[in-house]
């Protein structure tokens, strides 16, 4: 089992730039699949970004390629989002998720990112 506790959110003006984190606990971080979601009032949850065991291959959402960022560092148990070249369309509440290979099992507590125009 894994607890996930996410940081990061926050205002920032059109155009700039935010990085969200998310630690985990337990000994076992690096065996999952780590991934990033966001959710808009009335819209399902989707997946922005994941990244596999050991640092290995990404998925982006086609809507944040080439501006987002997804990394880990399983010595210290964090998977981070770089979100550049940020629009009001980013605007949501976005969630760390861990899958153990089938489903994402593990949810940290959402956090606001909020994108002026």
């Known amino acids: 089992q894994v607890q996930l506790v996410v940081s990061g959110g926050g205002l920032v003006q059109a155009g700039g730039s935010l990085t969200l984190s998310c630690v985990g606990s337990?000994?076992?971080?690096?065996?999952?699949?780590m991934g990033w979601f966001r959710q808009t009032p009335g819209k399902e949850r989707e997946l922005v970004a994941s990244?596999?065991?050991?640092?290995?291959?990404?998925f982006y959402a086609d809507s944040v390629k080439g501006r987002f960022t997804i990394s880990r560092d399983d010595a210290k148990n964090t998977v981070n989002l770089q979100m550049k070249s940020l629009k009001p369309e980013d605007m949501a509440v976005y969630y760390c998720?861990?899958?153990?290979?089938?489903?994402?099992?593990?949810w940290g507590q959402g956090t606001q990112v909020t994108v002026s125009s």
């Open positions: 998720a861990a899958s153990p290979g089938i489903g994402w099992s593990y």
């Open positions: 337990g000994r076992t971080f690096s065996s999952f699949v």
């Open positions: 990244i596999d065991r050991r640092a290995g291959s990404t």
